[in-house]
T-cell receptor
Framework: NAGVMQNPRHLVRRRGQEARLRCSPM?????VYWYRQLPEEGLKFMVY????????ESGMPKERFSAEFPKEGPSILRIQQVVRGDSAAYFC????????????FGEGSRLTVL | AQTVTQSQPEMSVQEAETVTLSCTYD???????LFWYKQPPSRQMILVIR??????QNATENRFSVNFQKAAKSFSLKISDSQLGDAAMYFC????????????FGAGTTVTVRA
């Protein structure tokens, strides 16, 4: 049973480019959460999605960041016009259902903005 | 918003010895969950141990145990018989029972194990 799969593991972008990070939840999980870890800090909640719905995006920056979890395929975290401050590790987690909130984390995607 | 504080940026322990990591948190709620996560160099977030606030008994998982002091809002992690594989960053995290998908993490404690 594969765990939460994130790709790419490492992504390098120049300022102004777009970054797309993908997350495939564990089999049978329909709830996805994105967290960001800045250098020397703990993870911070960004967004919670269910299939085709954004449930809570209170942790997402107001501009340039968006997330989706389509009916088919992985969840995508998209960062437009990246800046150096976006350099961080982005973690995805999933859970099987709302009543069970055990979060299973992926290995993260490290974004470096040059 | 809940605040989780880990006051020890780094801790070092001799192999086979015991190390205790401290964590305090701030909340006005009475029902919540506390966690310790391990993040090795691979960066995977691994759940080490979980504590429900309504349980008075301290959680234990093999060599890992916690000292949960609800009144003091303290949640320390003890690693006994430390092994080289325990070397990692350890994060304390809080989760409300009413908003139970948001984890609030501390800044982490780096544990090094000396052979």
């Amino acid at each position: 049973n594969a765990g939460v799969m994130q790709n790419p593991r490492h992504l390098v972008r120049r300022r102004g480019q777009e970054a797309r990070l993908r997350c495939s939840p564990m089999k049978g999980h329909s709830h996805v959460y994105w967290y960001r870890q800045l250098p020397e800090e703990g993870l911070k909640f960004m967004v919670y999605l269910q299939k085709e719905n954004i449930i809570d995006e209170s942790g997402m920056p107001k501009e340039r960041f968006s997330a989706e979890f389509p009916k088919e395929g992985p969840s995508i975290l998209r960062i437009q016009q990246v800046v150096r401050g976006d350099s961080a590790a982005y973690f995805c987690a999933s859970s099987p259902r709302a009543a069970q909130r055990e979060l299973f984390f992926g290995e993260g995607s490290r974004l470096t903005v040059l | 918003a809940q605040t989780v504080t880990q006051s020890q940026p780094e801790m070092s322990v001799q192999e086979a010895e015991t190390v205790t990591l401290s964590c305090t948190y701030d909340t006005s709620e009475s029902d919540y969950y506390l966690f310790w996560y391990k993040q090795p160099p691979s960066r995977q977030m691994i759940l080490v141990i979980r504590q429900e606030a309504y349980k008075q008994q301290n959680a234990t998982e093999n060599r890992f145990s916690v000292n949960f002091q609800k009144a003091a809002k303290s949640f320390s992690l003890k690693i006994s018989d430390s092994q080289l594989g325990d070397a990692a960053m350890y994060f304390c995290a809080y989760r409300s029972s009413s908003n139970d998908y948001k984890l609030s993490f501390g800044a982490g404690t780096t544990v090094t194990v000396r052979a």
